[in-house]
């Protein structure tokens, strides 16, 4: 029996993958035609449509990236991970799949809706591929509406009128930003909050490690052991400091926190 977190993880990567596809699912559904000559333009149309296929399978692992948590989390973890003084210890791939486990459960319910209101109705049949998208799509786009800062908005917002503006051509004058941002500019604006959010955490990580490392540059020099690295004394204490508080444990709940719950 399938436990529930096991599906929770599951959900984490098909809805987004379906959003991906679905636009490429109508190119899956015809045949190819190899004949160059009535049919040729046919033959380039499938072309196209399978390399514009492949394209979205390749950028899927980004655009995942781009618009969950895991941005947030997988900074704050290597933050954490410099401050203590660890240069690969815990390793990447474990850095990466606790930031992986961390997004699942945080965009749990994101992912969740995004399952029910999209993808099932489109493997039972109910709804088409162009429904599926939009319905599979919008709990991603409200929980980047709820965790994008105002300030990035609105720059991104005001920034998309002379986007793509050919040089020496005067940019198209001010225009009030609308109500509902496109997809592009959310996106772009919710990856630039989380990285700043995702620094600010870091910093205040970086503060009580930081004092261990004054207090114990502080005595070496006092006893007159200058040319001892201090980090050398330090990189214990920093690490049963960290294990007596359960760091672990509190780095986790607060990044869950920094959302507001679970998504």
Not at 2 to 17: D, E, I, K, Y
Not at 54 to 67: E, K, N, W
Not at 74 to 84: D, F, K, N, P
Not at 141 to 148: C, E, G, L, Y
Request: cysteine-free; proline content about 8%.
């Amino acid at each position: 029996m399938q436990s529930p977190f096991a599906a929770r993880l599951l959900r984490l990567f098909l809805p987004v993958l379906a959003a991906l596809l679905l636009a490429a699912t109508p190119a899956l559904a015809q045949s190819i035609t190899l004949d160059a000559g009535q049919g040729g333009a046919s033959f380039s149309g499938r072309l196209v449509q399978i390399m514009a296929l492949v394209t979205v399978l390749s950028v899927a692992p980004g655009l995942l990236v781009m618009v969950t948590s895991f941005t947030r989390i997988v900074v704050v973890l290597s933050l954490l991970r410099s401050a203590l003084g660890l240069q690969q210890t815990p390793p990447n791939m474990v850095l990466v799949g606790l930031g992986l486990l961390l997004t699942a459960y945080i965009m749990g319910p994101t992912m969740d809706q995004a399952w029910r209101d999209g993808v099932q109705p489109l493997v039972d049949g109910q709804i088409t591929e162009e429904q599926a998208l939009e319905r599979t799509v919008e709990p991603f786009r409200a929980f980047m509406k709820a965790h994008v800062r105002p300030k990035d908005l609105a720059a991104f917002q005001s920034l998309a009128g002379i986007a793509g503006v050919p040089p020496g051509q005067a940019p198209p004058p001010a225009q009030a930003a609308p109500s509902e941002p496109d997809l592009r500019t959310l996106i772009a604006a919710f990856v630039i909050s989380e990285l700043r959010r995702a620094f600010e955490i870091g910093f205040m990580l970086f503060l009580p490690f930081l004092v261990v490392d004054m207090i114990v540059a502080a005595v070496l020099m006092a006893m007159g052991m200058m040319m001892l690295p201090p980090v050398i004394i330090s990189l214990p204490f920093k690490i049963i400091f960290f294990v007596l508080v359960d760091g672990w444990l509190l780095v986790a709940q607060s990044l869950i926190r920094s959302y507001g719950g679970t998504g």
